[in-house]
């Protein structure tokens, strides 16, 4: 393992150079579709039912062919769960024959021998399992009576097909985020990566944001757990917590709308992949000039692409590490865009707004209205 202070740096002013946008995403996050057979309740597009307006086979495939020709790096597909389209293999298919890389995030229930098989060859495709605990007690909690059990059924699959190493994906809350070293244990005797992300109030996280977004000594035991784990992937989730100390691994910018941005199910492209949100909404692939024109002309991206930045922490002595933190947590948290981070380490930030003041998500695809929050469940076992 590489010391904990071998983490790679990037320079300011190639921060400066990708803040101002690059000619295609780095990184493009699509949720292929709403549709998933779990209800985890911090889902952050609130999935469960299929849109009807959902991307056909052949406008799938025609957008994976725009991703290729404007260089896009890798595509990050999610949901809902992909697994469900019944032509997601042919999308893997056609994604690796053109030579784009794929990461896909699934709850494993239909990783099956036939799917196992079948990516085995391909080149490109990335695999993450995604599980919330170390166990099935405090990962069915959160994702659901069964799902844990399933998810080990799908690496086992994994496995036993020799399918190069995947990755098991969490999403660190109050309830887990002490379990880490249980997680990374899990990872490593699946021959697996583990990779971290930032627990985000949008979708159905908001209505679980308060019990399971971890408190500040979370946060901070989170922090130097994550220094001590280099090899753990964060995905640039955590860049709000490097004014503890050095920075974490990655760019440590908010890259919305500038390196990054999110296709969902029918084809509207969002500047965030936690921003869902008619306000980062920065129109359709259907629209004139299509993914490209949106990406490289749109009035929200162009603004976005322009700003320095919240003005309320450009004065603070942190603000080249923590860059002023999350706009999806701000926004969604009612915190407001040029406000510090809700989970500002420096204690900056000032308290969460009344609820009725709280944006939220404009769709939601939940299966069944969630009003049930973990210290009630708690209460009623």
Same mark, same amino acid.
């Given at each position: 393992?590489?010391?904990?202070?071998?983490?790679?740096? %990037?320079?300011?002013?190639?921060?400066?150079?990708?803040?101002?946008?690059? #000619?295609?995403?780095?990184?493009?996050?699509?949720?292929?579709?709403?549709?998933?057979?779990?209800?985890?309740?911090?889902?952050? #597009?609130?999935?469960?039912?299929?849109?009807?307006?959902? &991307?056909?086979?052949?406008?799938?495939?025609?957008?994976?062919?725009?991703?290729?020709?404007?260089?896009?790096?890798?595509?990050?597909?999610?949901?809902?769960?992909?697994?469900?389209?019944?032509?997601?293999?042919?999308?893997?298919?056609?994604? *690796?024959?053109?030579?784009?890389?794929?990461?896909?995030?699934?709850?494993?229930?239909? %990783? *099956?021998?036939?799917?196992?098989?079948?990516?085995?060859?391909?080149?490109?495709?990335?695999?993450?399992?995604?599980?919330?605990?170390? /166990?099935?007690?405090?990962?069915?909690?959160?994702?659901?009576?069964?799902?844990?059990?399933?998810?080990?059924?799908?690496? /086992?699959?994994?496995?036993?097909?020799?399918?190069?190493?995947?990755?098991?994906?969490?999403?660190?809350?109050?309830?887990?985020?002490?379990?880490?070293?249980? &997680?990374?244990?899990?990872?490593?005797?699946?021959?697996?990566? &583990?990779?971290?992300?930032?627990?985000?109030?949008? $979708?159905?996280?908001?209505?679980?944001? $308060?019990?399971?977004?971890?408190?500040?000594? /979370?946060?901070?035991?989170?922090?130097?757990? &994550?220094?001590?784990?280099? /090899?753990?992937?964060?995905?640039?989730?955590?860049?709000?917590? =490097?004014?503890?100390?050095?920075?974490?691994?990655?760019?440590?910018?908010?890259?919305?709308?500038?390196?990054?941005?999110?296709?969902?199910?029918?084809?509207?492209?969002?500047?965030?992949?936690?921003? %869902?949100?008619?306000?980062?909404?920065? $129109?359709? %692939?259907?629209?004139? $000039?299509?993914?490209?024109?949106?990406?490289?002309?749109?009035?929200?991206?162009? =603004?976005?692409?322009?700003?320095?930045?919240?003005? #309320? @922490?450009?004065?603070?002595?942190?603000?080249?590490? @923590?860059?002023?933190?999350?706009?999806?947590?701000?926004?969604?948290?009612?915190?407001?865009?040029?406000?510090?981070?809700?989970?500002?380490?420096?204690?900056?930030?000032?308290?969460?707004?009344?609820?009725?003041?709280?944006?939220?998500?404009?769709?939601?695809?939940?299966?069944?209205?969630?009003?049930?929050?973990?210290?009630?469940?708690?209460?009623?076992?």
């Amino acid at each position: 393992m590489k010391p904990a202070n071998a983490i790679p740096r %990037i320079s300011r002013a190639a921060k400066e150079i990708l803040k101002g946008g690059l #000619s295609a995403p780095i990184c493009l996050t699509w949720e292929i579709t709403y549709a998933c057979n779990l209800s985890c309740i911090h889902c952050l #597009s609130a999935s469960g039912l299929k849109d009807p307006r959902e &991307l056909n086979t052949t406008q799938a495939l025609a957008l994976v062919d725009t991703f290729r020709e404007m260089g896009v790096f890798y595509i990050n597909i999610g949901g809902g769960e992909p697994t469900t389209r019944k032509d997601f293999l042919e999308i893997l298919r056609h994604s *690796d024959s053109i030579g784009i890389g794929v990461k896909f995030s699934t709850n494993g229930a239909f %990783i *099956d021998r036939d799917f196992a098989s079948a990516i085995k060859g391909f080149r490109y495709t990335d695999i993450q399992i995604s599980i919330d605990g170390p /166990d099935q007690k405090s990962n069915d909690l959160v994702r659901g009576v069964g799902s844990y059990e399933k998810a080990l059924r799908a690496m /086992d699959t994994l496995k036993s097909y020799g399918n190069r190493s995947f990755k098991i994906s969490v999403v660190a809350t109050k309830s887990n985020v002490r379990e880490l070293d249980d &997680l990374y244990r899990l990872a490593k005797f699946y021959d697996a990566e &583990l990779r971290v992300t930032r627990l985000r109030p949008s $979708g159905r996280g908001s209505l679980v944001f $308060g019990d399971l977004n971890p408190s500040a000594e /979370d946060n901070a035991s989170l922090y130097h757990w &994550l220094r001590l784990h280099p /090899d753990v992937l964060t995905g640039d989730s955590f860049f709000h917590l =490097s004014p503890l100390g050095s920075p974490l691994a990655g760019l440590n910018i908010c890259g919305a709308g500038r390196v990054v941005c999110l296709v969902d199910p029918i084809g509207d492209v969002y500047a965030c992949p936690f921003t %869902i949100h008619e306000t980062f909404r920065a $129109g359709n %692939i259907s629209d004139p $000039g299509g993914f490209r024109e949106i990406w490289s002309n749109s009035e929200l991206f162009r =603004s976005m692409r322009s700003s320095n930045g919240p003005t #309320s @922490c450009q004065s603070c002595e942190a603000y080249q590490t @923590c860059q002023g933190g999350c706009m999806s947590t701000k926004f969604f948290t009612g915190a407001g865009l040029d406000a510090p981070d809700p989970d500002c380490v420096l204690g900056r930030a000032q308290g969460p707004s009344l609820v009725e003041q709280v944006p939220r998500a404009d769709l939601s695809h939940s299966k069944r209205v969630f009003i049930t929050t973990r210290s009630e469940q708690t209460a009623t076992n």
